[in-house]
């Protein structure tokens, strides 16, 4: 008998803490199969935000560095020019990468440090329980917008990786969905495609993913899932917005 | 023997460089400028990277980010600057990351002035930020104390695991002195660190943390801490005594306040005065030796160029025992050492 389908090595045994139909634990088996295939389960460090996935250590089979909230891509600026051969990612939330750290995102950006980005927007705040993001929709309802999101007063919803796409040292921008089992293969290449920049060099690789977050959208996951096709992905649009000149 | 004339800030990047530190992390502000400067310039003859990074923020957390991976690392900067860094030092002193941190103060708060003041002595010695948590607070004097505090500075961050705080002010950042430069290699020897985050190459995966959700783990952190901080209150409290074997009237300064003390003191005796001077070199530890047995004094000065920050600790230093005076000036201000000997004479130091 042949194992065809095994859990990844970069994974640990422990169970996922997420809502139920929570997207945080699909990506996180994405990137432990990247790792695994990539064979650099040993030489990867992972640097944890503030919010739902904190924890990244309980489910990470490899070196974690836990955050304060939006710094991750100054921790992980200091982590990789200290170990230049390693691989180093941030795994950040809308709330953690797109508000309270977004001058860190961008300068880390800007200086092209090598290193990638795996960017979960779910449109809120999830730990904190569903107050608004930045990348929260006009008239989308949350906690901290009762009566809808207004651009006069709360502002609108930005594109982080659009933002990016003039500076040099930026080697690829990515934004998928994890809605179907299409797009979460299109979302597995692009993080493949990330993971891959950095090995070679090539500068700051950043993914974002639209994901749900059932319990502070007040659905069950399949409405979730729906309302992401039917209002998020429109607004946001998938594809690889910057490209290396390698395929993977 | 190597003598070089350094001003206070270039002689920071000297000893950072012999205690090999290779990263340094910083944002530009006055009165401090020298020290990323310096580094930009001589980091890369010796391999070592220089950022200068977005804000005071991002500086802090490229610390903790290198530190995490195990490399003897810096950042710098004056007061406002300071405040902004206190959110990762809070950070780093959870995680027990070893870091050098120097603050060449000016007055505040707010924006404050760019003139040299000693008034973030509160912010350095009370934790600064959030949580119960301390750093070593180093208060040199001269440009040679800050060059030999400085190296000693990364080799006891690494020894204990715990940020140090270089405290100097404006002046001692740009006044120049000559500085010998060899003689105290002995800081300098590299600590291993297995628990740095380096990849988990041949050896379990290993996790830096500062997040406790159950209550007895964060109590447990917290007990750690509190043990580490009684050993170092009990074997790092430095501090110089000065005319202090007969003295009936005490100065207590830090600092280049301390400095111009030494003069008053000087002064004082010249007319029939037994004044003396402690100088603490730790501000924390606070240096409670110097004051356990201060059978002879009867009136204790304390000259800062803040407030009166330091008071308490002073007060509580002597157990309220003896009165503990006050003077001091803000602003950037400097007290001037004839002003202390008046003062001195108010409080009753007579001539014996
Ligand atoms: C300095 C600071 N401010 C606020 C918080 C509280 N806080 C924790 S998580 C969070 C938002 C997390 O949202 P997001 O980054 O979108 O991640 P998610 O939980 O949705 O995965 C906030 C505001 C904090 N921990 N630290
Ligand atoms: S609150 Fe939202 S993001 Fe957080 S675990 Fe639950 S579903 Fe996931």
Redesign the interface.
């Known amino acids: 008998m042949s194992v065809i389908l095994k859990k990844p090595l970069s994974l640990t045994d422990k169970k996922f803490h997420y809502c139920p139909g929570c997207t945080h634990g699909v990506i996180h088996r994405l990137i432990a199969e990247i790792i695994d295939e990539y064979d650099i389960r040993e030489q990867t460090i992972g640097i944890a935000p503030v919010g739902c996935s904190v924890f990244l250590d309980w489910y990470f089979n490899f070196d974690i560095i836990q955050a304060a909230h939006g710094r991750a891509p100054a921790v992980a600026t200091g982590v990789k020019r200290v170990l230049t051969e390693n691989v180093v990612f941030t795994y950040q939330g809308d709330g953690d990468l797109a508000s309270i750290g977004i001058a860190e995102l961008i300068h880390a950006a800007a200086r092209g440090e090598n290193i990638t980005i795996v960017f979960i927007n779910n449109a809120c705040y999830g730990m904190t329980g569903g107050q608004m993001a930045p990348t929260t929709l006009e008239k989308q309802i949350t906690t901290t917008t009762p009566y809808g999101r207004d651009h006069k007063t709360s502002g609108s919803p930005f594109f982080v990786p659009e933002l990016l796409t003039n500076m040099h040292g930026v080697g690829f921008l990515s934004r998928r969905a994890i809605n179907n089992p299409k797009n979460i293969v299109r979302t597995k290449k692009s993080l493949k495609t990330a993971f891959k920049v950095q090995m070679e060099g090539l500068g700051f690789s950043l993914v974002e993913i639209l994901s749900i977050c059932p319990v502070n959208w007040g659905m069950d996951p399949q409405k979730s899932m729906q309302w992401l096709e039917d209002n998020i992905i429109p607004h946001y649009p998938l594809g690889d917005i910057k490209m290396p000149d390698f395929d993977v | 023997m190597s003598k070089k004339l350094l001003k206070g800030n270039e002689a920071i990047g000297e000893a950072a460089i012999k205690a090999n530190c290779r990263?340094y992390?910083g944002y530009p502000i006055t009165p401090q400028n020298e020290i990323p400067e310096f580094f930009a310039k001589e980091f890369p003859r010796v391999g070592g990277?220089f950022?200068q990074?977005?804000?005071e923020?991002?500086?802090i957390?490229?610390?903790?980010?290198?530190?995490?991976?195990?490399?003897r690392?810096m950042t710098s900067s004056s007061s406002p600057g300071i405040s902004l860094k206190m959110?990762?030092i809070s950070?780093i002193a959870a995680a027990e990351l070893p870091c050098v941190i120097a603050n060449i103060m000016r007055g505040g708060p707010g924006l404050g002035g760019i003139q040299p003041a000693q008034s973030d002595y509160f912010q350095a010695t009370k934790g600064g930020g959030h949580g119960d948590y301390r750093m070593i607070v180093f208060s040199p004097a001269s440009v040679q104390e800050l060059y030999n505090l400085t190296k000693k500075a990364f080799y006891l961050a690494d020894y204990y695991r715990i940020p140090v705080m270089i405290l100097g002010d404006g002046f001692l950042g740009q006044m120049m002195e000559s500085v010998e430069m060899d003689g105290q290699n002995d800081t300098c020897e590299p600590i291993p660190k297995p628990w740095a985050?380096?990849?988990?190459?041949?050896r379990e995966?290993?996790?830096?943390?500062?997040?406790y959700l159950v209550p007895e783990e964060l109590a447990e952190l917290n007990d750690r801490l509190q043990e580490k901080y009684r050993q170092i209150k009990n074997s790092e409290q430095a501090y110089e005594e000065y005319y202090m074997e007969d003295a009936d009237f005490v100065l207590v300064s830090f600092g280049i306040a301390a400095r111009i003390c030494k003069e008053a003191v000087d002064l004082a005796r010249d007319k029939g005065i037994r004044a003396g001077l402690i100088r603490p070199i730790t501000l924390w530890p606070f240096p409670e030796k110097a004051f356990a047995d201060l059978t002879r004094a009867k009136n204790i000065l304390n000259v800062e160029m803040n407030a009166g920050q330091m008071v308490e600790d002073v007060k509580l230093a002597v157990s309220c025992k003896i009165p503990v005076h006050f003077y001091g000036c803000t602003g950037g201000l400097l007290p001037s050492s004839k002003e202390i000997v008046n003062r001195i004479e108010m409080l009753g130091g007579t001539p014996k």
């Open positions: 990263y992390f990277v950022i990074a977005e804000s923020i991002a500086a957390n490229m610390v903790y980010g290198a530190a995490a991976a195990g490399a690392v959110e990762g950070y985050i380096t990849g988990c190459r041949g995966k290993q996790y830096i943390n500062t997040l």
